[in-house]
């Protein structure tokens, strides 16, 4: 398992404050809002058994992948990030992908996106990670002015086959 940094990360940007931090286990429901938002988003039908699946592997210490969330001042949580490391045989090295990034609409464009993004790039230069890597969708415009802001878009195309 990655542990993330150990200092929460305040981040404060166009009238939102809010705390980055690791996925505590008494945050299942609130995380849970926010996951079921970014299933919907996506279209993706969230059920119980799949939403408890995550969870279990997101707290679980024998699992890579793991979380943050973004808490506001009011400390509900506002967005998410799961993210797991990857080997990158060509460089010699080991990179943090970042698998889930969502922010709830009433958070956005204030920082909290991009609170989590960098949240992420702070764990993989304490980790001496080479490189932060995460997809989105080729219509997700909004997503892309941020990502286009803190990352470099590659040449890369992203395919996925059935077994």
Known sequence: MISAATDEQDIEEAHVSVTVRELRSGDFFPWYDVYAGYAEFYDRPLTDDTALLAWSRLTDPQE???GLVAVDESGTIVGLAHYRPF?????AS???????LFVLDSARRQGVGRGLLEAVRAIATAGRYSVVR???ADDNAPAQELYDSVAEKTRWLTYDMRP
């Open 64 to 66: 890579e992948v793991t």
């Open 87 to 91: 080997v990158r045989l060509l460089h």
């Open 94 to 100: 080991r990179g943090l992908y970042v698998d889930d």
């Open 134 to 136: 995460w997809i989105t």
